[in-house]
């Protein structure tokens, strides 16, 4: 096999700047199942990169961290709305959308779950998408109630769980 088939049939080891065409879907789609992991960047002010950072460590406490790397490659502080960046594998976010860690785990395990099913090419927005999100939302918080020793930890979710399970969407 001469030395181009060989480099054209490698694993490309970068993963695309933006996953936005079929290509860069495909291309972020094979890394991941190959086991790619981002290097999550927090962007930001200080205080947004604190607040964000403790939400994290709820999210590393409950067994998520991989699955969030896996699909979101920085979290980064805007003015604006708070959303996904799906062509970026980013979480666009405000200093209100982190000023509680629990809620920021929560926001930003939805997030990473849609950008899974984006990069999956399956339903991850409108009614449907957002029913799916919020019930992975629950799932997480259960199991975040059940890792934490953290009492007022244990507490909000427990608040959380209740107010979602009251809504009429689930």
């Not at 927090?42 to 409950?62: C, D, H, M, W, Y």
């Not at 003015?79 to 594998?89: I, T």
């Not at 509680?100 to 984006?118: G, L």
Request: hydrophobic fraction near 35%; glycine fraction near 4%.
């Amino acid at each position: 096999m001469n030395q181009k088939q060989t480099s054209k049939d490698r694993l490309p080891d970068r993963f695309p700047e933006r996953v936005y065409t079929l290509n860069e879907v495909q291309k972020a789609r094979t890394l991941i199942e190959k086991g790619y992991k981002h290097r999550i960047r927090i962007k930001g002010n200080p205080s947004f990169k604190i607040k964000t950072q403790e939400a994290v460590k709820l999210i590393r406490s409950a067994g998520y961290y991989d699955f969030l790397r896996t699909y979101i490659r920085s979290i980064r502080e805007i003015d604006g709305l708070s959303q996904l960046r799906e062509s970026e594998a980013s979480i666009w976010a405000n200093i209100y959308a982190v000023n509680d860690p629990v809620d920021a785990a929560c926001f930003f395990i939805q997030k990473a779950w849609q950008m899974k099913r984006y990069v999956e090419g399956k339903i991850y927005y409108g009614p449907q998408g957002e029913t799916l999100a919020a019930e992975e939302r629950v799932r997480f918080i259960k199991k975040l109630t059940s890792c934490t020793s953290d009492l007022k930890i244990k507490a909000k979710c427990l608040e959380r769980l209740k107010l979602l399970e009251d809504s009429r969407f689930l």
